[in-house]
């Protein structure tokens, strides 16, 4: 089945303890993006990627880092975690090539105490 | 960043009503997209739109993207219940960077 798998769905974790949120697709896309979600904000793109080795910033990039080491993984680093990271974060693939929607996967629910 | 505003915030309809709810941004765009977010899932891509003046059907939904390339529309024609979620819109002016607007909730009563 075509999907963005991200791992995991829920975690707390404490201010300051470095994290890893996971992004896998298996559609063989070019674009990967990792986006925030918050009540009556919408969508906020953090980080998107265009291939291998290419990423860049989306709006709300500070307190994120990110990696693209293969086309098909994606992860989210949270350095240094603080409250004000608490949310719903969502990863996404797209084809790229002049198709531009994107995939979503189910998102991560994060609690930073 | 650009901002998108999407309105109406939230909508009350009968099952069979038709819905018109849009999106319009002071920057122009190149690309409009319109997302179906059910609770507890992420987004799912309904309709794209890649030139300006582009009417695109997609079952009971049409999309329009505005000759301004400021604005896009979405009709759904003859509610049901499952058309319920939280619809996006999202523009993008060069590959791979979005820009989502905060949501219409649909609600629909039978």
């Known amino acids: 089945e075509a999907q963005v798998t991200q791992n995991p769905r829920y975690l707390i974790t404490v201010t300051g303890k470095k994290l890893t949120v996971t992004c896998s697709q298996n559609?063989?896309?070019?674009?990967m993006s990792w986006y925030r979600q918050d009540p009556g904000l919408g969508l906020r793109q953090i980080y998107y990627?265009?291939?291998?080795?290419?990423?860049d910033k989306g709006d709300v990039p500070e307190g994120y880092k990110v990696s693209r080491k293969e086309k098909r993984n994606f992860p989210l680093i949270l350095e240094s975690p603080s409250p004000n990271q608490t949310s719903l974060y969502f990863c996404?693939?797209?084809?790229?090539?002049?198709?531009?929607?994107?995939?979503f996967g189910s998102g991560t629910r994060l609690t930073v105490v | 960043g650009q901002q998108l505003n999407q309105s109406p915030q939230s909508m009350f309809i009968q099952e069979g009503e038709d819905v018109s709810m849009n999106c319009t941004s002071s920057?122009?765009?190149?690309?409009w997209l319109w997302y179906k977010q059910d609770p507890g899932e992420g987004p799912v891509l309904l309709i794209a739109?890649?030139?300006?003046?582009e009417l695109t059907s997609n079952g009971r939904l049409t999309a329009q993207f505005g000759i301004t390339r400021k604005d896009s529309f979405l009709n759904i024609s003859a509610s049901i219940p499952s058309d319920v979620g939280i619809y996006f819109c999202?523009?993008?002016?060069?590959?791979?960077?979005?820009?989502f607007g905060d949501g219409t909730t649909l609600t629909v009563k039978p």
């Open positions: 996404a693939s797209g084809l790229g090539q002049g198709h531009y929607g994107y995939t």
């Open positions: 559609m063989n896309h070019e674009y």
């Open positions: 990627s265009m291939n291998v080795e290419a990423t």
């Open positions: 920057s122009i765009f190149n690309t």
């Open positions: 739109l890649y030139k300006a003046g």
């Open positions: 999202a523009g993008q002016l060069r590959a791979g960077k979005s820009t």
